[in-house]
């Protein structure tokens, strides 16, 4: 089978790819750095020739809103024409879960936008929305620092490690359309603000977390359900603590 995996060069997919190819499929790790660019259509036909199977995890390179919406939508627009014409099987797509639940954050509203246009194509698809990833967390912490004093909410978050969400993927890949959404989370729940004092403490850092049920996470107010997957979510088997044990030694 032939699978084109977009953003191939990234975090997950090149883990993606990497699985992929040891299962014994042809995979093409698609990316501007291999010449195939989905805001401009640039070797995408050449790319998608002859393949079943695409999966996107290609993300924007700016978060403002107005930039973030535009990449999703027109990377999302070139790459579903590009495989109809292509006659793809199955498109796979990874997005976030509850983007629905955070409506004041661009970035959320841009994958509600890229999953739409998904929905609306014809082409048989599998949307997986996976919770943050461990490899996020620093810079979600710092989202709330204000010198040395770090304001988050309380609000649970359910955070999953990137190699697990790229084993589900790659699953999803070689597996039947779901035509629907798919999600994955973590196999523990923290309130953020607690989160960020493991991972501070973790690294050495002095800074002091403060519990705000105000703080807003890029925008929005957070409550229990926001970031924490439903419960026939796939969970991932690496525990937090062990991760952060592994990565701050």
């Given at each position: 089978?032939?699978?084109?995996?977009?953003?191939?060069?990234?975090?997950?997919?090149?883990?993606?790819?990497?699985?992929?190819?040891?299962?014994?499929?042809?995979?093409?790790?698609?990316?501007?750095?291999?010449?195939v660019?989905?805001?401009?259509?640039?070797?995408?036909?050449?790319?998608?020739?002859?393949?079943?199977?695409?999966?996107?995890?290609?993300?924007?390179?700016?978060?403002?809103?107005?930039?973030?919406?535009?990449f999703?939508?027109?990377?999302?627009?070139?790459?579903?024409?590009?495989?109809?014409?292509?006659?793809?099987?199955?498109?796979?797509?990874l997005?976030?879960?509850?983007?629905?639940?955070?409506?004041?954050s661009?970035?959320?509203?841009?994958?509600?936008?890229?999953?739409?246009?998904?929905?609306?194509?014809?082409?048989?698809?599998?949307?997986?929305?996976?919770?943050?990833?461990?490899?996020?967390?620093?810079?979600?912490?710092?989202?709330?620092?204000?010198?040395?004093?770090?304001?988050?909410?309380?609000?649970?978050?359910?955070?999953?490690?990137?190699?697990?969400?790229?084993?589900?993927?790659?699953?999803?890949?070689?597996?039947?359309?779901?035509?629907?959404?798919?999600?994955?989370?973590?196999?523990?729940?923290?309130?953020?603000?607690?989160?960020?004092?493991?991972?501070?403490a973790?690294?050495?850092?002095?800074?002091?977390?403060?519990?705000?049920?105000?703080?807003?996470?890029?925008?929005?107010?957070?409550?229990?359900?926001?970031?924490?997957?439903?419960?026939?979510?796939?969970?991932?088997?690496?525990?937090?603590?062990?991760?952060?044990?592994?990565?701050?030694?």
């Amino acid at each position: 089978m032939k699978i084109v995996v977009i953003g191939g060069s990234g975090l997950i997919g090149s883990n993606i790819v990497s699985r992929l190819r040891l299962y014994g499929h042809e995979t093409v790790a698609a990316s501007p750095r291999t010449g195939v660019n989905t805001l401009t259509g640039e070797g995408l036909a050449e790319a998608l020739a002859g393949a079943q199977v695409v999966v996107d995890v290609a993300n924007s390179p700016s978060f403002e809103d107005r930039a973030v919406m535009e990449f999703f939508q027109t990377s999302g627009r070139n790459l579903l024409a590009a495989e109809a014409a292509a006659g793809v099987e199955h498109h796979v797509a990874l997005s976030v879960v509850g983007p629905d639940r955070l409506p004041q954050s661009g970035y959320f509203r841009a994958k509600v936008a890229q999953e739409e246009l998904i929905k609306a194509s014809k082409i048989p698809y599998t949307i997986l929305r996976s919770t943050q990833f461990f490899e996020f967390i620093e810079g979600i912490v710092n989202s709330g620092a204000d010198g040395d004093t770090i304001r988050l909410s309380p609000a649970l978050i359910q955070p999953i490690a990137s190699d697990d969400v790229s084993a589900v993927l790659a699953d999803l890949a070689v597996g039947a359309p779901v035509n629907g959404i798919v999600e994955v989370g973590g196999p523990d729940r923290f309130p953020l603000d607690e989160l960020a004092r493991k991972f501070l403490a973790a690294h050495h850092d002095k800074r002091q977390v403060i519990a705000d049920v105000h703080a807003r996470y890029f925008g929005d107010e957070l409550n229990d359900r926001s970031l924490v997957a439903g419960d026939d979510a796939h969970i991932g088997p690496t525990r937090f603590l062990n991760w952060l044990s592994r990565t701050s030694a």
